[in-house]
């Protein structure tokens, strides 16, 4: 008999109805009508390059063939053109930022190691960190004065002599705060001082207003972490990557997992998706923020609700919805039966779930209305059936 292993987990809470996530996900994924904000996928795009590369990889049967290992050297390097990187950066090609994630923690941190993290945040980060590492420091950002996000100050005041990781989400899943170049600087000097590494996921990178990259600042410390998730819309092709210095991502290729290397048909789907990018980008970023402005105005009508982190820079917000004694796992179960997915905030904070709930808003505009609709009748009738 063997168990399960006890690392750090999300409080994820199951809808009634459903016996297991897989269950519920895959209920979710059927669901044809579904309204997708529970996930920050990417539901915009209507160019057809990136499924006619992957239609045209199939057509040919090139599936048949493993492809190079570390990933094709092209996608590498329109990776690195994507980024405004140079030839001192390597790629590794992942099934994902998930993967990613997973292998630089497991590289840099020794047994004897912490890593730093913050609640709100991606929680798998934290279960992988107590995976390799000896704990994880988990620092509250749920406050105005620090900007809902780990600031250099936090980092400074929270870390001790073995912290060797920091994990900056930028922009942060769920919140959507972003850092200043001011910031990186000073994340920079930290890292320089104490020797650590900055782990700079930029999975929602492209939907913020200005953005900028870590390894500029600190490039022997940093590993960025790529996903084609979200702006590329290609979460179901599972398809990331590594970016560092050539030493650090040497040093993930002596540890990776597939080692046959990664999916083809989403390699090429990838290709396409950096090539094409500039034809896109701007229609997906101008809708996901004609979007946010949908969801704030119905935000503002509920007395007591409010949104921490507006404009959010991902795709994604948490709506604050503590003081209307309402809670967000009531009002995510309502809107399920809408056929609407999102998410309470536990599935990001261990601290604050209860708190907030996490809505995506990279979905067509008119799914946002009603998205926009149904929540003020969630709210205003659980607080009548509730008395509140
Ligand atoms: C911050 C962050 N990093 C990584 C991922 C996972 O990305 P991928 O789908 O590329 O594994 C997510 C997914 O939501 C995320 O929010």
């Known amino acids: 008999m ?43 795009h209507e160019t057809t390059d990136i499924m006619d590369a992957m239609i045209g990889c199939i057509k040919n049967r090139d599936y048949s063939k493993y492809p190079p290992p570390e990933g094709f050297p ?78 250099p100050q936090l980092v400074r005041k929270y870390m001790n002599e073995r912290t060797k990781l920091v994990s900056l989400v930028d922009p942060l899943n769920p919140l959507g705060s972003c850092y200043t170049k001011e ?85 090429h789907g990838a290709m396409a998706a950096l090539k094409s990018k500039s034809r896109w980008l701007n229609h997906i970023t101008s809708t996901t923020r004609k979007n946010q402005k949908i969801i704030k105005k119905a935000v503002d009508e509920v007395e007591g609700a409010f949104i921490p982190v507006y404009p959010s820079d991902g795709n994604m917000m948490a709506i604050d919805m503590y003081e209307t004694g309402i809670k967000p796992v009531d009002v995510a179960e309502y809107l399920l039966d809408k056929k609407i997915f999102v998410r309470e905030g536990s599935y990001t904070s261990r601290l604050f779930g209860h708190r907030y709930l996490r809505v995506s808003f990279s979905i067509p505009q008119i799914q946002v209305e009603t998205f926009a609709n149904k929540f003020l009748e969630a709210m205003a009738t659980l607080k009548s059936s509730k008395k509140i």
């Open 2 to 44: 063997i168990s399960p292993k006890k690392y750090a987990r999300a409080a994820k809470i199951l809808p009634k109805g459903f016996k297991t996530p897989n269950e519920f996900f895959n209920y979710i994924y059927h669901e044809k009508d579904m309204i997708w904000m529970g996930q920050n996928t990417n539901h915009l």
């Open 74 to 151: 092209e996608l590498k390097e329109l990776i690195r053109k994507d980024l405004g990187l140079g030839s001192e950066f390597d790629v590794l090609v992942t099934a994902g930022g998930t993967e990613s994630l997973y292998l630089s923690i497991n590289d840099i941190l020794d047994p004897k190691d912490n890593m730093m993290t913050c609640d709100p945040g991606y929680l798998i980060i934290d279960n992988f960190a107590t995976r390799f590492g000896e704990r994880v420091i988990s620092v509250p950002i749920y406050n105005p004065d620090c900007n809902y996000k780990l600031t």
């Open 183 to 267: 910031e990186l600087k000073e994340f920079a000097d930290i890292a320089n001082e104490n020797g650590l590494y900055l782990l700079h996921d930029i999975t929602y990178r492209d939907f913020a207003r200005e953005h900028h990259l870590m390894a500029k600042y600190a490039p022997e410390n940093t590993i960025t972490v790529f996903s084609f998730s979200k702006i590329f819309g290609m979460a179901g092709l599972r398809i990331g990557a590594i970016v560092g210095m050539c030493d650090v991502v040497d040093s993930v290729k002596s540890i990776v997992i597939n080692d046959l290397g990664t999916n083809v048909v989403s390699q």
